[in-house]
């Protein structure tokens, strides 16, 4: 494609990419040697010039990665971000504990180091939820904190394969998730964010009006807020490629929903009240590591993730590390 030779060359990060037929996922972008110098005002204005081209590898690849752009700073990034020309999707009603840091670019969730963040679409357990995501490597680990990402439509497939009836059962069921929310955000806890930050307000009326727009129901308790959120479909399907996506946050409610609040057995459940199967919870996890490509952070690296295509996980790492992010709609 021409358009990508003037500034954007497609790379190869071995032992980091899967190989599907027809495209490599996920893409990796650096700047073209022969064109001009790069600066952050030519990345900016190359992605505003080139954005057929890279709207059209990411939906082929579903994730793209640039390396080796001057990107440097928080306010970097958000230029990056805001050269998509993507809308800003707020984030309410997600649980991770985060930080605004500068314009539309917050921290990534901000739980302890030794702490992995299980698979999950970005805010599948609600309603609206970004299309697509970024994030961006401000300081790089000190060792580990791999961001692995793994395509939807590959676990779906795998597990309507092995699991033909639990799948039917999701399918016709939904999930439920709940979650008992402290009134101040915890960070020691992957789900620490509390009430007043996931609401964006400090008033219970107005808490409970964005709750019922998201469709959840709230119950509130001495020091916080049991939140029920469902039946929500587990099973989507993605109009723009045209096949069936595993999208839902079953196995992070299920594995990782823990802290001294919340029992992550009891976090999700079928959309009728039934509890979930240990085994297969357990099994669609190795299926989704088996399938994963961990992605080792640069400093500077910025990456794209269409949230319909992909889901993202975090290991633990030794910091330092610092890893933004910025969701649209």
């Given at each position: 494609?021409?358009?990508?030779?003037?500034?954007?060359?497609?790379?190869?990060l071995p032992n980091h990419q899967k190989h599907?037929?027809?495209?490599?996922?996920?893409?990796?972008?650096?700047?073209?040697?022969?064109?001009?110098?790069?600066?952050?005002?030519?990345?900016?204005?190359?992605?505003?010039?080139?954005?057929?081209?890279?709207?059209?590898?990411?939906?082929?690849?579903?994730?793209?990665?640039?390396?080796?752009?001057?990107?440097?700073?928080?306010?970097?990034?958000?230029?990056?971000?805001?050269?998509?020309?993507?809308?800003?999707?707020?984030?309410?009603?997600g649980a991770a504990p985060r930080t605004n840091?500068?314009?539309?670019?917050?921290?990534?969730?901000?739980?302890?180091?030794?702490?992995?963040?299980?698979?999950?679409?970005?805010?599948?357990?609600?309603?609206?939820?970004?299309?697509?995501?970024?994030?961006?490597?401000?300081?790089?680990?000190?060792?580990?904190?791999?961001?692995?990402?793994?395509?939807?439509?590959?676990?779906?497939?795998?597990?309507?394969?092995?699991?033909?009836?639990?799948?039917?059962?999701?399918?016709?069921?939904?999930?439920?998730?709940?979650?008992?929310?402290?009134?101040?955000?915890d960070p020691s806890s992957p789900i620490g964010?509390?009430?007043?930050?996931?609401?964006?307000?400090?008033?219970?009326?107005?808490?409970?009006?964005?709750?019922?727009?998201?469709?959840?129901?709230?119950?509130?308790?001495?020091?916080?807020?049991?939140?029920?959120?469902?039946?929500?479909?587990?099973?989507?399907?993605?109009?723009?490629?045209?096949?069936?996506?595993?999208?839902?946050?079953?196995?992070?409610?299920?594995?990782?929903?823990?802290?001294?609040?919340?029992?992550?057995?009891?976090?999700?459940?079928?959309?009728?009240?039934?509890?979930?199967?240990?085994?297969?919870?357990?099994?669609?996890?190795?299926?989704?590591?088996?399938?994963?490509?961990?992605?080792?952070?640069?400093?500077?690296?910025?990456?794209?993730?269409?949230?319909?295509?992909?889901?993202?996980?975090?290991?633990?790492?030794?910091?330092?590390?610092?890893?933004?992010?910025?969701?649209?709609?």
């Open positions: 494609m021409a358009a990508q030779a003037e500034y954007f060359i497609e790379t190869q599907y037929g027809s495209f490599t996922f996920p893409s990796i972008l650096s700047p073209n040697p022969k064109s001009s110098p790069s600066s952050l005002s030519v990345f900016t204005e190359s992605i505003k010039s080139h954005k057929p081209f890279l709207d059209s590898l990411l939906l082929k690849s579903g994730a793209l990665l640039f390396r080796g752009f001057p990107v440097k700073t928080a306010k970097d990034f958000n230029d990056v971000v805001e050269a998509f020309g993507f809308e800003e999707l707020p984030y309410v009603g840091v500068v314009g539309r670019v917050f921290t990534a969730n901000e739980s302890p180091p030794d702490q992995k963040i299980p698979f999950h679409h970005e805010m599948a357990q609600v309603p609206e939820f970004p299309s697509k995501l970024f994030f961006f490597c401000e300081v790089e680990p000190g060792s580990g904190g791999e961001t692995p990402i793994v395509l939807s439509h590959i676990v779906y497939e795998k597990m309507k394969e092995k699991y033909p009836e639990f799948v039917d059962r999701l399918e016709a069921h939904g999930l439920l998730y709940t979650r008992v929310l402290g009134e101040d955000d964010r509390g009430w007043k930050s996931t609401f964006l307000t400090s008033n219970k009326a107005v808490a409970e009006e964005r709750a019922a727009k998201l469709g959840m129901k709230l119950e509130w308790l001495s020091n916080g807020v049991k939140t029920v959120m469902g039946p929500i479909p587990a099973i989507k399907y993605d109009k723009s490629r045209q096949r069936k996506i595993w999208f839902n946050s079953m196995v992070a409610a299920y594995t990782g929903w823990e802290d001294s609040r919340n029992d992550p057995v009891k976090a999700v459940t079928f959309g009728d009240g039934q509890p979930l199967p240990a085994d297969i919870i357990y099994d669609c996890l190795k299926i989704l590591e088996d399938e994963c490509v961990p992605i080792p952070w640069k400093k500077g690296d910025v990456m794209l993730i269409d949230n319909l295509a992909t889901l993202h996980s975090r290991r633990s790492f030794d910091p330092p590390r610092r890893v933004l992010a910025s969701l649209c709609k």
